[in-house]
Each structure stands twice: as structure tokens, then as C-alpha cells.
């Protein structure tokens, strides 16, 4: 699975500061102590389908 996409560059990807669930993924709707793209192959058998770059904030 090495080219499944980086959850920490898609902007559906955030932190939760929850010590039992502390990521999540806003495009799902839901919170994981895994990557969230880990738990998308895990239970589809198919890599993230929602990922979405982040802008890149260049330009402001």
C-alpha cells in the first residue's frame, strides 16, 4: 500500500485531542486511533477515495 494517499496532506484530515480517537476524517465522519486511510483499506479493501490536497497557502 505504498501509494495510498498522505492523511496528513488532505483537507479532510484533522486531530481530534481525544487520547482514545485522536485523528478523524471529516469526509467519512469519523474518528480512529489509526490513519483514517487505514481504516478506509481496512474496511472497503479499497484506498481513500475522498482524499483532497490541502491548499497549499502560498498567496495569502
Request: with cysteine; aromatic share 12%; charged share 30%.
Amino acid at each position: 500500500m505504498s501509494d495510498r494517499p498522505d492523511c496528513l496532506q488532505c483537507r479532510h484530515f484533522f486531530i481530534t485531542y481525544e487520547a482514545a480517537r485522536p485523528r478523524g476524517c471529516r469526509a467519512y465522519g469519523f474518528k480512529s486511533r489509526q490513519m483514517p486511510d487505514r481504516v478506509v483499506f481496512a474496511s472497503s479493501g479499497q484506498k481513500c477515495r475522498l482524499f483532497s490536497p490541502r491548499p497549499s497557502g502560498k498567496g495569502k
